[in-house]
């Protein structure tokens, strides 16, 4: 079992920059997936970004290009750096842990049953 802490969220102008970390209590955190989810209200929670245990990544269409998933093993820490943040990134993001996903897995990823508790981001003038 692993437990999740998401931090880092908070209110940013519209084109700004903001780094999520999601901290990992678990002594096996380097055979993870890790992934960043967000949910807007009103909305249902989508995936924004992905890496395997063997630093394989993936973006939601919306966010290549600006947005950056990264992990340090050393720490049990993965970061989301978001930067040219639009209004339409508000949400509150989450992090999702699943040990089940191979190495270099380059598929689709399903969620797990080990979430953080999320922070919330919001974009706005």
């Known amino acids: 079992q692993v437990q999740l802490v998401e931090s880092g969220g908070g209110l940013v102008q519209p084109g700004g920059s903001l780094t999520l970390s999601c901290a990992a209590s678990t002594s096996t955190f380097d055979i993870y997936a890790m992934a960043w989810y967000r949910q807007a209200p009103g909305k249902q929670r989508e995936l924004v970004a992905t890496?395997?245990?063997?630093?394989?990544?993936r973006y939601a269409d919306s966010v290549k290009g600006r947005f950056t998933i990264s992990r340090d093993n050393a720490k049990n820490t993965v970061a989301l750096q978001m930067n040219g943040l639009k209004p339409e990134d508000t949400a509150v993001y989450y992090c999702n842990a699943n040990p089940g996903v191979s190495r270099y897995y380059s598929g689709p990823y399903y969620p797990s049953q080990y979430w953080g508790q999320g922070t919330q981001v919001t974009v706005s003038s």
């Open positions: 890496i395997t245990s063997g630093g394989v990544t």
